[in-house]
């Protein structure tokens, strides 16, 4: 087997989906997006079984993976588009935490360079309310970090469905 055989590539492309997969899992649970938490647990899942497929040689799990990416890449193209505002939807909405939270994403009062601010409160329970804070002065808005995510899981999907055809 040569050092850049076609199944060396889809175990190295597969290893990188999967620790970007992860890093978002992550943030997502940060900021209580429920709908996406789960989509990534499930795509975190198929990932492992495509690598586990092109290592031992299946190709029914490497079919699953590559139909999975197809689906993928629809999940990330609605979420670029919710976060951009396109087609009648909007980032304010709560379509990503399912309803149950008032949660948005973690970048929103994260991201680099922003500057949260609670108003003054006599109540503690208020601090701890995401509505409340204000944020001000960020370098990267939060919408466009998440767009990049998904430009990022993307760009190595198509290439992984590409590659492998």
Request: aromatic share 14%; net charge neutral; with cysteine.
């Amino acid at each position: 087997m040569g050092c850049c055989s076609g199944r060396c590539m889809l175990v190295l492309l597969c290893c990188v989906q999967l620790i970007t997969a992860v890093e978002r899992q992550v943030f997502d649970f940060l900021g209580y997006q429920w709908a996406p938490i789960m989509v990534n647990f499930f795509h975190i899942i198929v990932v492992i079984l495509g690598l586990f497929g092109a290592i031992q040689y299946q190709s029914r799990y490497v079919t699953m993976y590559l139909l999975w990416m197809f689906v993928w890449i629809g999940w990330n193209v609605f979420v670029s588009c919710l976060y951009l505002d396109l087609g009648g939807l909007s980032k304010d909405s709560h379509v990503l935490s399912l309803g149950v939270s008032s949660h948005s994403s973690w970048w929103k009062s994260n991201g680099p360079g922003c500057r949260s601010q609670n108003p003054a409160s006599d109540r503690w329970s208020e601090h701890q309310n995401p509505r409340l804070t204000m944020v001000s002065s960020c370098w990267l808005q939060y919408q466009y970090l998440e767009v990049l995510h998904c430009a990022a899981q993307l760009l190595l999907s198509v290439s992984l469905t590409c590659y492998t055809n």
